[in-house]
T-cell receptor, first 114, second 113 residues
Framework: DTEVTQTPKHLVMGMTNKKSLKCEQH?????MYWYKQKAKKPPELMFV???????INESVPSRFSPECPNSSLLNLHLHALQPEDSALYLC?????????????FGPGTRLTVT | AQSVTQPDIHITVSEGASLELRCNYS??????LFWYVQSPGQGLQLLLK??????LVQGIKGFEAEFKRSQSSFNLRKPSVHWSDAAEYFC???????????FGAGTRLFVKA
């Protein structure tokens, strides 16, 4: 199984809502990532978890709150978002030992903030 | 600092024609190099990777790439393009022991019949 799944596929939320994005992988990867991708741009790294601990936070606003409950799951909690946060949110996973850091991406959640 | 340059914002090729997408990188040591493809509204899929060894790397879907250290390049090639290859292609560089992958701006490939 080389699949990373993300739910929901689409999400529309108001600026006062609280919602969560979910990501799951069963490849035994111990590194998991959140990226934000705006249209016609490359993905921008937001967070990295390694062995369920937050390893990298790319100065992301606190209205985005990541969580890694176990080695297979990664959540992104959203609260009080702004319209400019509308984007495709991608989850990825990889091994975090040895020389191989190629990442496996999920299909993304298309988020629209109204 | 690491950086990746994809000089072509978009490229149009005829179906059946050959393809070369350019990628140049800036890195102080031997980089880990990747090519990813993204279809509209989808996630990224790894096409191929280079870590060491043979500088000509074979990937999925008939793609290959050649690492040229002297030119700091990692160009992606395909001998015969299919309409289904139309997508966005990202070159990326990583480093030993690091989680950060630096992506190029991407090249949008259009395939005409």
């Amino acid at each position: 199984d080389t699949e990373v799944t993300q739910t929901p596929k689409h999400l529309v939320m108001g600026m006062t809502n609280k919602k969560s994005l979910k990501c799951e992988q069963h490849m035994g990867h111990r590194a998991m990532y959140w990226y934000k991708q705006k249209a016609k741009k490359p993905p921008e790294l937001m967070f990295v978890y390694s062995y369920e601990k937050l390893s990298i936070n790319e100065s992301v606003p606190s209205r985005f709150s990541p969580e890694c409950p176990n080695s297979s799951l990664l959540n992104l909690h959203l609260h009080a978002l702004q319209p400019e946060d509308s984007a495709l949110y991608l989850c990825a996973s990889s091994h975090n030992t040895g020389s191989s850091y190629e990442q496996y991406f999920g299909p993304g959640t298309r988020l629209t903030v109204t | 600092a690491q950086s990746v340059t994809q000089p072509d914002i978009h490229i149009t090729v005829s179906e059946g024609a050959s393809l070369e997408l350019r990628c140049n990188y800036s890195y102080g040591a031997t980089p880990y190099l990747f090519w990813y493809v993204q279809s509209p509204g989808q996630g990224l899929q790894l096409l191929l990777k280079y870590f060491s060894g043979d500088t000509l790397v074979q990937g999925i879907k008939g793609f290959e790439a050649e690492f040229k250290r002297s030119q700091s390049s990692f160009n992606l090639r395909k001998p015969s393009v299919h309409w289904s290859d139309a997508a966005e292609y990202f070159c990326a560089v990583g480093r030993t022991g690091g989680f950060k992958t630096i992506f190029g701006a991407g090249t949008r490939l259009f395939v005409k019949a």
